[in-house]
């Protein structure tokens, strides 16, 4: 048995069962043309106890809640596709959800190569859901957990399984347990508000009544980074998630916008009022000292750190219209990364860092655009609307922008990493612009 604890979440993964001594391939992220495998997911049982659940508790609706939420994420992954759960043959009432309480010719018959069941206990204010995965051609189990969390929110147990899934099949962690951070007007004002990956569970993270701009997770998902008008003029400041308390990290004279950590939480590198022009500069946390990085007459913005610290990406107008560049992080000569395009922005650097996506004018509307870092493989992401600010989830696999609308608004999308899947993510109301992704948050 292991344990994985977090201060509202206990999950306790069961066992994983092999049926063979070399285990199945059952997905490879990196074949382009990898088939989809058909996944059932059965109704989710309430599991007999000792304990009864409490009257007015309903169930039913928590079991549709955690189906929602566990399809939602596998959809996302574009590996599997889910069977409509019209065509199930299987009756949960009657079986149960344990391999030997299974028929998985049932579930052959329909073509479902893997299957997913769950059953609820609930008692008092905690949910324990025990989740099982399913080789329903080999008739095997390879994957039980028992997870508990609150009982108002079971999405939240669903994702954590859904990450627990992906890896089993895939080898590598899925993402469905992370945030989003991104800034909303439904109060009047521009405030950073944080939500799970899929836009559930909105939570309010500044009250200042000012203009705040360009949140940026730290590398150990505890604290945001984010640049505001709070004092008059744009100064940077840093939150922390946890305690609430706020502190000033950059107020330069003149302007401090949009920082960003580097990898390793030592730096931050932002733009600042410079002696000729807005400036790229570094500030050493622990010292308190600045770096200037850029010196022109140009105008340096929006800095972007290499995954291993060593370079930055940022938009210059030094060749006439914005374009980005590539620098190492410790000064030299910039080199230049596009050239195509009117006004490129916004560069934001993949995990492996080797892609370096970003928004680019294309006619009239910007879209999203990935180039290698050697300035190879330049590819368009996006085709309608106006889209801005991309960000990329910690596996690498996916990106979060916003879109501008026609007659005005803005929402955020989630897509693949080469511009498949793209969908809504539904926040509520007001404006979001400028989303991050957070990184593995334990």
Not at 11 to 18: A, E, I, P, R
Not at 173 to 197: A, H, P, Q
Not at 216 to 229: A, E, F, K, N, Q
Not at 293 to 322: C, E, H, K, Q
Request: aromatic fraction near 10%; proline fraction near 5%.
């Amino acid at each position: 048995m292991r344990y994985i604890t977090s201060c509202m979440l206990t999950v306790l993964l069961l066992f994983t069962v092999q049926t063979e001594a070399l285990p199945k391939v059952y997905i490879d992220i990196d074949s382009p043309a990898g088939r989809k495998l058909p996944v059932a997911i059965q109704e989710f049982v309430e599991l007999r106890s000792i304990f009864s659940t409490a009257p007015g508790v309903d169930t039913e609706a928590i079991g549709g809640e955690l189906m929602d939420a566990l399809a939602g994420d596998l959809a996302l992954t574009g590996f599997f596709d889910i069977i409509d759960k019209e065509a199930y043959l299987e009756d949960p009432a009657t079986s149960g959800i344990t391999r030997r309480d299974t028929d998985f010719s049932l579930w052959r018959a329909i073509g479902a190569e893997l299957l997913v069941k769950g059953g609820i206990k609930v008692k008092g204010e905690r949910l324990t859901v025990e989740f099982r995965l399913f080789d329903t051609i080999r008739g095997s189990e390879l994957l039980a957990g028992r997870y508990v969390g609150k009982l108002n929110d079971p999405r939240r147990i669903a994702h954590r399984f859904a990450d627990d899934l992906v890896e089993e099949l895939t080898g590598k962690k899925g993402i469905f347990s992370t945030k989003l951070v991104f800034v909303s007007d439904r109060s009047g004002t521009k405030e950073l508000y944080v939500s799970d990956y899929d836009g559930r569970n909105v939570r309010r993270v500044t009250y200042n009544g000012s203009i705040n701009l360009s949140p940026r997770w730290s590398p150990d998902g505890r604290r945001i980074l984010y640049t505001s008008y709070v004092n008059g003029r744009p100064c940077l400041y840093v939150k922390d998630l946890r305690s609430g308390v706020v502190r000033t990290v950059a107020a330069r004279p003149g302007s401090n916008i949009a920082g960003r950590w580097s990898s390793d939480g030592s730096r931050i590198a932002f733009t600042a009022s410079g002696k000729l022009s807005p400036e790229i500069f570094i500030l050493e946390l622990e010292t308190g000292r600045y770096f200037q990085l850029t010196n022109n007459y140009s105008i340096d913005v929006s800095p972007a750190w290499s995954p291993d610290g060593s370079m930055l990406a940022f938009v210059s107008d030094r060749a006439g219209n914005p374009h980005i560049y590539v620098v190492d992080s410790g000064g030299g000569r910039p080199r230049r990364l596009t050239y195509k395009g009117k006004y490129n922005s916004t560069p934001a650097w993949s995990p492996d860092g080797r892609t370096i996506a970003f928004a680019g004018l294309n006619g009239s509307s910007f879209q999203i655009w990935t180039i290698n870092v050697d300035g190879t493989g330049l590819r368009q992401l996006t085709h309608e609307g106006n889209n801005l600010s991309p960000s990329w989830s910690p596996d690498g696999r996916y990106i979060v922008f916003h879109r501008e609308v026609r007659g005005g608004g803005s929402s955020l999308f989630i897509m693949r990493r080469d511009g498949s899947g793209v969908r809504a993510i539904d926040t509520g109301t007001g404006n979001e612009t400028s989303p991050s992704w957070s990184p593995y948050i334990e």
